[in-house]
């Protein structure tokens, strides 16, 4: 591996390393085993569409006030912006506050519930102060904003029973780690975080948070630039502060579920054997339990890359993710309305139309959002109300022949240090998390990277459920977990020019995960077939989350 690296390292460094890796694929609609080389970052002047705007972000300093209802401690990192939705005019500024300390949260007082369900939600904005580095096209700071298209939040759902709860969370980034090396700002800094406030009613090991990765979106991976570690301090607060809003707002709800096939709209980077792709657009919505026509708050779960804006867009924006809540948002008349990426590895928009980047944002957001009122036409009542979690730990053999894991390890501000990453001799381990849980008869996959659609339905077929969800960059974010292995090689055939290959921990890490949540399913009770044999590897391994 590392001789292989030095090869590609006196060739190739200087193109490979700094200006050809695509990001996340091709912008265009043909699959291929290769895409092109980003296009050049542009000069200042861009015209925008009627509907479309954007504006500078100036920085400003506010008391903070914590999610609960008591004021409490005073930050100095706020800003004021303009909200620009990408399907409107623009709205009046409005300010923004951040969590200074996660206080402890009292337990909402809850009425009796018909369903024997609750659900909260929670929006918080973590848009940063004037002009900062965007993530994923290219390697290295090659890209800063110059202004925002719209403001960037981080929404939150939790769903109780009244005595246990699940949260599902998700920030409008490039992508988020476990655990830093900067600072306690990590995923799991949030979960334990969260737990802690809520005296233990919500469990660390039950919460999900992901992020939508926009390639419009914030690099908070440090791979293009990074945040300050005041930028991420915040990010950590507002998450944390959205989903103790969501806990204070837990009312009585029934839970609906929808789904509608989107395949048209997406489209594989590969020919077979990568080609399947995870097509359906899924929907779970909470409705008032006397009138399932008052929506409370909902979730959309779908599996397009966020790369509708190409590389020459320079706005901060959460790409068709933040476009569709936006819509969803402001039809309905709620407060947020969650997007959960799917297995969006090797998975790119397709048929967006229009003029520039924001015509093409404006035209895809449009068409998915359709696609979401289609799928709540059709919806039908969730069965059960039980809740429960299962969060496995596993540690993956790093085996990349084209970057060397010093190299990659330090360029990224993912924590190096055990249980994340683990050291004998010339070997790294590196450690992450995925899990699996159930709401009645819904069952939910959540993987710490940009997932193959064949670990999802692997789990889907072998886990009888009345619904199937799955969440990507979840807990963690790990690059693409290509699955199966046996797909390896066309992947890794088509680097530099293609990123699968390379923003990759190894080739087994997909199987690896996906074995390891057939572990996490059975705690959760479910009886499921015998593993694949490739699944003998990982058999014994010691799954324990480490403290």
């Known amino acids: 591996m590392r001789s292989g690296f030095i090869k590609l390292a006196t060739s190739l460094a200087a193109t490979l390393l700094v200006n050809a890796l695509a990001g996340c694929g091709p912008q265009d609609d043909t699959p291929l085993a290769k895409t092109s080389t980003p296009a050049p970052r542009p000069t200042a002047t861009r015209s925008a569409l009627p509907t479309l705007a954007h504006t500078a972000l100036p920085s400003s300093t506010q008391t903070v006030i914590p999610p609960t209802q008591t004021p409490k401690a005073t930050a100095t990192v706020s800003v004021t912006a303009t909200a620009i939705p990408a399907t409107e005019t623009p709205r009046a500024a409005s300010t923004l506050s951040a969590t200074a300390t996660a206080i402890p949260s009292p337990r909402p007082t ?75 700002f990590g995923l799991s800094d949030v979960r334990r975080e969260v737990e802690r406030a809520t005296g233990g009613f919500i469990q660390a090991d039950h919460i999900v948070i992901g992020s939508d990765h926009s390639h419009a979106g914030i690099d908070t ?43 048209e709209y997406l489209h594989s980077q590969f020919d077979a054997p990568n080609d399947a792709v995870d097509g359906e657009l899924r929907v779970l919505v909470a409705s008032d339990p ?22 020459d867009n320079l706005l901060i924006s959460g790409d068709w993710p933040a476009v569709v809540s936006a819509k969803m948002e402001d039809r309905l008349g709620i407060g947020s309305a969650l997007i959960m990426v799917a297995d969006i590895g090797r998975i790119q928009p397709s048929r967006a139309e229009g003029e520039g980047n924001l015509g093409k944002l404006e035209d895809y957001g449009t068409k998915i959002a359709a696609k979401v009122q289609t799928a709540m ?171």
């Not at 990074?226 to 507002?238: A, C, E, F, H, S």
Request: glycine share 10%; net charge negative.
């Open 377 to 547: 036409q059709s919806l039908e009542p969730v069965t059960g109300t039980k809740l429960d979690a299962a969060q496995l730990f596993l540690r993956d053999t790093y085996n990349n022949r084209f970057l060397d894991a010093s190299i990659l390890l330090g360029l990224v501000g993912r924590n190096g240090s055990p249980p994340w990453v683990e050291t004998q001799g010339d070997t790294f381990h590196v450690g992450t998390l995925t899990s699996t849980l159930r709401i009645g008869d819904l069952f939910f996959l959540a993987i710490p990277g940009e997932g193959y659609p064949a670990i999802f339905f692997e789990l889907r077929d072998r886990v009888q459920a009345q619904k199937h969800f799955v969440f990507g960059l979840a807990n963690d974010q790990l690059g693409y977990l290509i699955a199966p292995q046996e797909g390896y090689e066309q992947v890794a055939a088509a680097a530099p020019d293609n990123d699968n290959a390379l923003f990759n921990v190894s080739p087994t890490i997909g199987d690896h995960v996906m074995c390891t949540t057939f572990k996490a399913a059975r705690r959760l009770g479910y009886s499921l077939p015998p593993d694949p044999e490739k699944c003998a590897a990982y058999a014994d391994e010691d799954n324990h989350v480490p403290n």
């Open 290 to 311: 006397d009138d399932a026509s008052k929506v409370q708050t909902m979730m959309i779960n779908y599996a397009a890359h966020s790369t509708v804006m190409g590389a």
């Open 221 to 263: 991976s440090g791979v293009w630039g990074g945040l300050t570690v005041p930028n991420m301090t915040r990010i950590k607060d507002q998450t944390v502060g959205a989903i103790l809003d969501a806990w204070n707002d837990l009312k009585p709800a029934q839970l609906r579920i929808g789904a509608v096939d989107a395949s």
């Open 110 to 184: 809850l009425p009796p519930s018909s369903t024997g369900l609750y659900v909260g939600s929670g929006k918080r904005d973590i848009t940063p102060p004037g002009n900062v580095f965007l993530g994923g096209y290219g390697l290295g700071p090659g890209r800063k904003s110059t202004g925002v298209l719209a403001p960037i939040f981080v929404r939150a759902m939790v769903i109780s029973d009244g005595t246990h709860a699940v949260v599902f969370a998700e920030n409008e980034t490039q992508g988020t780690f476990a655990a830093y090396k900067r600072g306690p």
